[in-house]
């Protein structure tokens, strides 16, 4: 098995396949811990990791932190209304304060595309994007890869339809470039208002049929409908959102036997699907949630093996 | 560095786990609360064979388990060092059991500590007893095995290699 050497995670964009399968592999191991009954593995004793996140998010802040205890690291939570931030210090001061106080690795999430690449340049510390505006959210993106690849064995050839807000959509993003360099077919599907344009250069289909993208799918992905990110301005109304691009029991017979329903969270119950497709037997919405922990053990484990060997030859 | 010498032959490693399973059911008094856990990779694999000899001998399947230490061991920072990561499988509850862990070589006894370190996360074991195939010396740590297919005195710089067929196409053990 190859190496993993890199000393941040920005994006799936620069990521070979081989690189991603390392990440997908090493969080097959660590799904194990936590089914134990004591949910915690000693291996990064000692290690300090902070969440910055400066733009609201629960389940990936939460899913980050229970992976670092499950690691045994210590983690720091940083809002931006409890950070010096709000004092008008630079994100990267912020950061270069933490790295003073000997952090080693740092989760960022921020709104504008590009703060974790700044922050990575400029730390020494491994730097792990959790979302930066409408860019990336890698760890969201291996995290569905992960998903589809435990229920369907393989991810190569699978037909992948990517339903709603495209223009907005980090995870959109992160997926595609995750989901073409493991040779899936993406169709991405939305409303021409939050399609980027374009985007076919990117190796996917585009449709604004929703019909067209359930047809033959074994993978529909349903993005969530941003209004706090400006889903809301390509939109007329939600009502004719729901009739044209929600999922019903309905819609979902004419999809594959045996389709897997996905979707970032959290989602709007009505809009982007009904109750009875998000609680169904095709949904794999929940697995997504619990995979998530054990891909960012994997990505905090990878990095914080890098990170170690990087200190051990600047003091030595 | 060339010299390979011997130490035992697929026979010699035959001979040694049946020893050896006779030598568990002794103890134990039969298989009774007994359980195997074998380290990842070749320890898993000699855990295999031993639950078969004493199913041969006792007529009874004891439980069988395999941990991968990785994630306790003590130089996950050191320069170079990245291991793969494999499943630990432990599918039964340890508590109130004799559990017989087997490595294949037995060396500093720092594979031993994570093992032990990672058992207890599981549960509290009745006892743990100790199995490998070869016990080389130059232990870091208090640690001894309760049972051992080979006793050979080494020089810190040889190397022992353990070769089974379920991974290496042959059974054979090698100071090289």
Known sequence: MNKWTRKDLLGLEELTREEIEIILDTAASFKEVSARSVKKVPALRGMTIANLFLEPSTRTRISFELAAKRLSADILNIAPSASSISKGETVKDTARNFEAMKVDLMVVRHQSSGTPHLLAKNLSAGVINAGDGAHEHPTQGLLDLFTIREHKKKIDGLKVSIIGDIAFSRVARSNLWGLSKFGAKVTLCG????????????????THSLEEAIQDADVLYLL???????????????????RLYGIDGERLKKANPDVLIMHPGPVNRGVELTSDVADGKHSVILDQVTNGIAVRMAVLYLLASVRGRNVKTTHS | MDKKAILLDSDGIQRALVRISHEILERAKGTKELALVGIRTRGAFLAERLVREIEKIEGAKVAIGALDITLYRDDLTMIGHQPVLHKTELNFDITDKTI???????????????????????GRPKRIQLAVLVDRGH?????????????VPTALEERVEVHLTEMDGKDEVMLV
């Open chain 1, 191 to 206: 409303p021409p208002t939050l399609m980027p344009r374009g985007v076919e250069q990117l190796g996917a289909k585009v």
């Open chain 1, 224 to 242: 969530r409908v941003q209004l706090e990110r400006g889903s809301g301005k390509g939109l007329p109304s939600l009502r004719e959102y729901v």
């Open chain 2, 100 to 122: 017989v862990l087997v490595d294949d070589v037995l060396f500093t006894g720092r594979t031993i500590r994570c093992a032990l370190d990672e058992l207890v996360d599981f």
């Open chain 2, 139 to 151: 232990r870091e740590l208090p640690i001894r095995a309760d049972y051992v297919g080979k006793n």
